[in-house]
């Protein structure tokens, strides 16, 4: 019989069949089946003893302690005598050893396809119990602000000092490039129309209007989400990890006074402030298409740009960026207070408030579009 594996048959007599086990047996190099075996016994069924022949067998690892136990298990139900006696001392030991313990009924569980129907409805519950825990997030610090307001709660000045940098000066140089880069953006995508109008100078325009009424705001409040929203969910999440959060509770500090509410406090304060300054750098950086591409100098640039802008934009842009702060600090807080007891729970609610956070930032700047058209603003 050809041999498969370092795994041959030899019948024996009538009813006795000779197993052969030659060469390297590794898990690397595939793990043989059982089933050879079962065509085997079926094609002879007259086979009522089963031997083994491991002579040829040069090595081995726990690959054919698997493949034995399968033929055991084959030979106990078939009814048929399995000899050990050929075999090495130490796979002999591992076979008894593994046998030892009968397995357990039902612990090899079987895949269930779950309805789709159920799945509709697990994918319901699921939503309205999240649905369910936001409100509560968004009733309890509504509660807490109100005692903020009253000057009743309680958390550490140098926790806001120190999440203020965090969010505010630290989180410079990524406002910096990406606020520069859309400028330059804006800039070229415009220059490349209005040039053939010989309306060049309008860029300028294009660009201020841009920036401070929608792109500033918008831009920070997306990095501000995947940087500072993260970080919020992945500190809390593994304060609940930790059961640091329970330890608040359990000591008589609430937990949203002591660790949400300075987080969403040091990023209203940063947001604005960081808009302003991702609309000066965009200006900057389509000045710079400006002056490099369209030979317009920088006065010309910035005086169109000043006429081009109000006050109104100014402050409608600082608006929307401070609401976009407190939608990436709650959205980053709830995540971190929802997150389950694992490490990879962790990582699953950083990832859940970017996405969050993000959704939320890009559904209040289609309600601010709507509500500043509607004020004429």
Do not use: H
Not at 43 to 58: H, Y
Not at 122 to 134: D, K, P, Q, R
Not at 163 to 168: E, R
Not at 277 to 306: C, H, K, N, P, Q
């Amino acid at each position: 019989m050809a041999i498969e594996g370092g795994l041959s048959f030899m019948q024996m007599g009538d009813t006795s069949l000779e197993i052969r086990l030659a060469g390297a047996w590794r898990l690397r190099g595939g793990l043989p089946s059982a089933a050879l075996l079962q065509r085997e016994l079926e094609s002879a069924p007259q086979v009522k003893n089963v031997a083994f022949e491991s002579r040829e067998l040069s090595s081995w690892d726990s690959s054919v302690l698997a493949f034995l136990v399968e033929v055991s298990e084959l030979c106990r139900k078939r009814g048929i005598t399995m000899d050990r006696a050929s075999l090495p001392a130490g796979l002999r030991r591992l076979l008894d050893l593994a046998e030892a313990v009968p397995e357990k009924t039902g612990a090899r569980k079987e895949a269930v396809v779950t309805p789709f129907l159920e799945r509709i409805g697990n994918t319901a519950i699921g939503a309205s119990s999240s649905l369910t825990e936001m409100l509560a997030f968004l009733g309890d610090m509504t509660l807490t602000f109100v005692r903020l307001f009253r000057l009743k709660v309680r958390f550490r000045a140098s926790d806001l000092f120190l999440l203020i940098q965090q969010a505010g000066a630290q989180a410079l140089p990524i406002v910096t490039l990406i606020s520069f880069l859309v400028g330059v953006i804006l800039a070229f995508v415009g220059a490349v129309q209005l040039k053939q109008f010989g309306a060049q100078i309008y860029v300028a325009d294009l660009v201020g209007i841009a920036m401070i009424r929608e792109m500033g705001a918008m831009m920070t409040g997306i990095i501000m989400a995947g940087r500072t929203g993260a970080a919020f969910a992945a500190q809390l999440g593994t304060m609940k990890v930790t059961q640091e959060i329970d330890a608040f509770t359990t000591m008589g500090f609430s937990p949203l006074e002591f660790l949400v509410l300075p987080r969403v406090i040091a990023l209203v304060l940063m947001m604005p402030l960081l808009c302003l300054y991702a609309d000066f750098v965009g200006i900057l950086g389509g000045a710079a298409i400006g002056v490099g591409m369209l030979d317009l100098s920088w006065t010309t640039y910035f005086r169109e740009t000043a006429n081009a802008i109000s006050l109104t934009d100014v402050f409608g842009g600082v608006f929307k960026a401070s609401v976009y702060g407190v939608l990436i600090a709650l959205s980053g807080c709830l995540r971190g207070i929802q997150c389950g007891n694992s490490s990879s729970a962790v990582g699953d609610a950083a990832t859940s408030a970017v996405v969050t956070g993000i959704v939320a930032i890009v559904v209040a700047c289609g309600v601010f579009a709507v509500v500043f058209y509607v004020l004429g603003i």
